[in-house]
């Protein structure tokens, strides 16, 4: 096939911009024995340099050392960070091998078309910087700013972002809303009149009975989270998870509901019927906090933990002791929210469900169940107003998704295509810090846009699929590397935390905030950018807040008081919640309003077909999504990921322990490389699991390709949220594959 | 002075978050480790049993490795630390085939290496980097001759036990259950 934009392999880029001397990881190939590693600790770090952690999007502070060559050494936390307490996960802890991969991007990398082949040729950054702005402000002219939009995850969006918005565009996504935790804040904003927003304002530290929904706390390593669960578990907090896998989380729980997959509505609403027919709910919170109790003890009359039974297969005494425990222990209970909620659909009344649990048990702003996070508003550094744009992502959603509250990125994407020439309204893409084709589901969709867009440009530290669909890759340096916006985190205590670099950017890569300014040089936007260097921005906004650049290099982490009054409503108090009746809404009236179940109601999912398991997949603590595949450190913990079956499944089979198999949908698509088996009872019969994240077919990824499979590119059903455009993505069914697949067509 | 470390399997959740603080720490090249984790399932679904360990040497009492060192590069120092002296040792691997719990390795430098329970660390005062790291603080380590020691306190309130006790190694790192 003949295509505008062939997917380009990036090309070794030659020794040129090799900076560092005998091999670029020095670090833990040199020669230093024991003795050596022992004197250099006594003889103490050459330096210490303050950051947050951009290994994921907990964030946490910490500290950069680097010995006395300068060489990056190692990294740990900031002992007065709320996020971490000092500790970092093994990511941030391994993440000095983000900054000594060798296979990151060098070189700016421009598309030419080199012998009738298009291929990537190595640019300086003059080169590059200038066909970009060349390239955006011809679109632009065109076909009006608006038409750019900016994919982007973690700090490189702040300021590629700015400079979108600079332009007059506001058609910013993240794939974080709907493929991940959009759900969750669009069912609790109906709610509670406010999202749940990260870190999640879970106060685990003090609660008696934690409730886990799917969500693997302890495998997904969101490090707050999981420090303040290991505490609950020393208090003997009562544990309940509900998940069809025995994950580490099932594992430390007192109650453990096997459940089979897709059927969570149906418990969640037996909970809340047993908890208002028991009459266990909490009746003076109820009673001044809520609105709609009595439609929703009419809505869930005959939603009986018996009727439950029939559907998720768990046993209505369970069903009922497990109400009472969260009643025992209310309001210090949290029915955790759950991060990455895109499963089935319906993912918007789920976390609706949760949410009402929370109301009815009255956990919502109460010592152990929710506390109020304050966050500090660091002021902008001065600049024009942004232009107003013409259009915006609102216009693309509003009559779909009237009640999305961010952009759709997949909404984005389908206005990208050229078929349907009338929504034709996004021509360029910028991607920042994201790995689309490892993070969208409906891979045809978004290849095609790929192909249709007039311009893509990529930036990212490492050769992501993303970069091969670009037409210009710039090379972002690693957060060791740099300066950043400052984290304003919403906490118990409102804090913020600096990054600042520990070395030089390696080879010829920049941070992002500098190609952002220079883009804007270039484009005429010149007075949003009216700053020689970032620190520049850092010192007058540390100002503003009253602390100096000086101080937070010391400090990493500053607190401020809190000025929004207490982390927890006070007994009596009354409170007006930014809903439509100001009350917490158990019967939601924006749902009903634009048309959606203004109570949650359970509908039955697609089951696998015969021979077929449900691909359920999850996280690993070692890892971020794709993002950390190809870390030497991260890979050398887990270099792979495993199919889990169980072993009725794999007797069924003929599977064994270690085999490789490929896996194949219902709609023909084979994994394009092999798993390797793990039979296990920690699974259900009916369904596999695998950790997300693996089976790059990124030759240039020399550690993470061909590793492991792929479960995104098996994700051929999606399941949109009507309610706010999510992507679930957890009814895709695969079977085995034992044999090797015809040889695929090589690529180009 | 006798050094111990224990480990509290209910907490755990298995990161590995320790065994990346060791090799930073220590310089470990990447292939190997001086700590691991332990996955060990029982039960059939869906009752089913989970213990997570971190493992590393156990520094024992009576150190079968120490015993069959020919030149004296394995050894014991303050504290019941058991150690290697690299330049001392000939990497004839002796020792490594002596060790009931698999925790030494031939460094690609020739000689064997292992945990030291981070002892640059404790000659000033500090603890192992992986008890310092440990999302979970799962992991306790101090003198077990000081009664006020966290070792001592945990191990006197909670139950515990140890890796292969069969092999009379008297091992000092204990796993709470």
Redesign the interface.
């Known amino acids: 096939m003949s295509t505008r934009r062939d997917f380009i392999k990036i090309a070794a880029t030659g020794l040129g911009g090799l900076a560092l001397g005998a091999g670029s990881?020095a670090?833990?190939?040199?020669?230093?024995?024991?003795?050596e590693?022992?004197a250099k600790?006594?003889a103490g770090f050459q330096g210490r340099f303050t950051t947050y952690c951009e290994i994921c999007f907990w964030n946490c502070a910490g500290w950069t050392y680097t010995d006395e060559e300068g060489r990056i050494?190692?990294?740990?936390?900031n002992a007065g960070d709320p996020h971490?307490h000092?500790?970092?996960?093994?990511r941030g802890?391994?993440g000095?091998g983000a900054y000594y991969d060798e296979d990151r991007l060098r070189t700016p990398l421009i598309r030419k078309e080199v012998n009738g082949k298009q291929k990537f040729v190595p640019a300086g950054w003059d080169e590059a910087l200038d066909l970009v702005a060349e390239r955006l402000k011809e679109i632009s002219r065109k076909h009006g700013p608006e038409s750019i939009a900016l994919f982007n995850h973690g700090s490189p969006g702040d300021h590629f972002g700015h400079l979108l918005k600079a332009m007059g565009s506001n058609n910013i996504t993240a794939p974080s809303f709907a493929q991940c935790r959009g759900p969750r804040d669009t069912g609790w904003y109906v709610t509670f009149g406010t999202g749940v927003g990260s870190p999640e304002p879970t106060d685990i530290r003090d609660t008696r009975c934690l409730v886990l929904i799917g969500s693997h706390i302890?495998?997904n390593?969101h490090?707050g989270q999981?420090?303040e669960?290991?505490?609950a578990?020393?208090r003997g907090a009562t544990l309940i998870t509900v998940d069809p896998r025995?994950s580490?989380?099932a594992?430390?729980s007192r109650f453990?509901l096997?459940i089979k997959p897709s059927t969570d509505l149906a418990l969640l609403m037996a909970w809340i019927h047993v908890l208002i027919y028991e009459e266990l709910y909490n009746r003076d919170y109820v009673e001044r906090y809520t609105y709609g109790f009595d439609l929703l003890k009419e809505h869930v009359w005959n939603m009986t933990p018996e009727w439950a039974y029939g559907i998720t297969t768990l046993q209505p005494a369970l069903i009922r002791e497990t109400a009472r425990q969260m009643a025992n222990a209310a309001p210090s209970v949290i029915v955790h929210p759950g991060r990455h909620v895109t499963w089935y659909g319906d993912d918007t009344q789920r976390a609706r469900a949760i949410a009402i649990l929370n109301a009815l048990l009255g956990s919502w702003g109460s010592r152990g169940g929710f506390y109020f996070a304050e966050s500090v508003p660091v002021p902008n550094y001065p600049h024009p107003e942004y232009p107003t744009p013409a259009w915006s992502w609102q216009d693309l959603q509003r009559e779909k998704y009237p009640l999305a509250g961010l952009a759709v990125s997949n909404v984005l994407v389908e206005a990208s295509l050229k078929e349907t020439e009338a929504n034709r309204r996004i021509r360029a893409w910028m991607v920042a810090g994201t790995n689309l084709p490892l993070t969208i589901p409906l891979k045809e969709t978004l290849e095609q846009a790929m192909q249709d867009v007039e311009f893509l440009l990529v930036v990212d530290t490492m050769p992501m699929e993303i970069t091969g669909y670009a037409d210009v890759v710039l090379p972002e340096c690693t957060y060791l590397e740099r300066y950043d916006s400052l984290r304003s985190s919403a906490h118990r205590e409102p804090n913020i935390a600096l990054r600042m670099p520990a070395a030089e950017p390696m080879y010829d890569s920049k941070p992002s905030w500098w190609m952002a300014k220079q883009l804007g040089d270039r484009l005429g936007l010149g007075s949003y950018f009216n700053y020689a260097d970032y620190t520049d921005v850092l010192e007058w906004q540390l100002q503003q807040l009253g602390t100096s650049l000086e101080e937070m290099k010391k400090t990493g982490v500053k607190k401020f008081p809190r000025t929004s009054g207490p982390l927890y409503f006070q007994k009596g108090e009354n409170y007006t919640f930014n809903t439509n009746t100001g009350k917490i809404e158990l019967y939601a009236t924006e749902l009903a309003a634009t048309g959606y179940d203004p109570m949650p109601v359970y509908t039955p999912h697609e089951e696998p077909p015969p021979g077929y398991y449900r691909l359920i997949y999850g996280r690993a603590?070692?890892h971020t999504f794709s993002r950390t595949a190809n870390n030497?450190?991260?890979t050398?913990?887990?270099d792979q990921n495993d199919v889990w079956v169980?072993p009725r499944v794999a007797r069924l089979w003929g599977l064994e322990n270690g085999q490789y198999v490929y896996l194949k949908n219902p709609e023909g698509i084979v994994s394009s490389f092999p798993i390797r088996v793990r039979i296990?009872?920690?699974?259900?019969?009916d369904s596999v699991y695998m950790v997300h994240g693996f089976g790059h077919s990124w030759k240039k990824l020399s550690r993470a390709y061909g590793k492991g499979a792929n479960d995104t590119e098996l994700m051929s059903k999606v399941t949109i949220d009507p309610v706010m455009g999510g992507t679930g993505m957890r009814g895709n069914f695969v079977t085995f594959v034992t044999e090797e697949p015809v040889a695929k067509e090589a690529e180009s | 002075m006798r050094y111990a470390m224990a480990i509290d399997t209910?907490?755990c959740?298995?990161?590995?978050?320790c065994?990346?603080?060791c090799?930073?720490?220590?310089?470990?090249?990447?292939?190997y480790?001086r700590d691991w984790v332990v996955e060990s399932?029982a039960?059939?679904?869906?009752l089913?049993?989970?213990e997570?360990r971190s493992e590393r040497c156990n520094h024992c009492d009576n150190a079968p490795c120490v015993r069959c060192c020919p030149t004296g590069a394995s050894h014991i120092v303050e504290g019941g630390v058991v150690m290697?002296t690299?330049?001392k040792c000939i990497g004839c691997g002796a020792c490594i085939q002596s060790c009931p719990y698999d925790a030494r390795y031939s460094h690609p430098?020739g000689?064997v290496?292992k945990c030291?329970f981070c002892y640059?660390?404790l000659v000033?005062g500090g603890r192992p980097a992986c008890v310092?790291?440990?999302?979970?603080?799962?992991m306790y380590f101090g003198d077990l001759d000081q009664p006020q020691s966290e070792v001592s306190q945990i191990l006197a309130r909670r139950k515990w036990k140890v890796l292969a006790p069969e092999a009379g190694t008297r091992p000092q790192v204990y796993f709470l259950v």
Request: glycine residues 8%; contains cysteine; proline residues 7%.
């Open positions: 990881v670090w833990f190939r040199g020669t230093s024995r024991w003795a590693t022992a600790a006594a050494t190692r990294i740990t936390g971490c000092g500790r970092l996960c093994p802890t391994g000095v302890g495998e390593m490090n999981v420090q669960m290991a505490d578990i020393d025995f580490t989380a594992s430390k453990w096997p603590p070692m030497p450190n991260l050398d913990l887990m169980n296990t009872e920690r699974i259900r019969w | 209910k907490k959740v298995g990161c590995s978050d065994v990346v603080a090799q930073t720490e220590n310089n470990v090249p990447i292939g480790c399932v039960g059939t679904y869906p089913v049993e989970l997570i290697v690299p330049n430098d000689y290496d030291t640059h660390r000033k310092e790291v440990c999302p979970t603080r799962c």
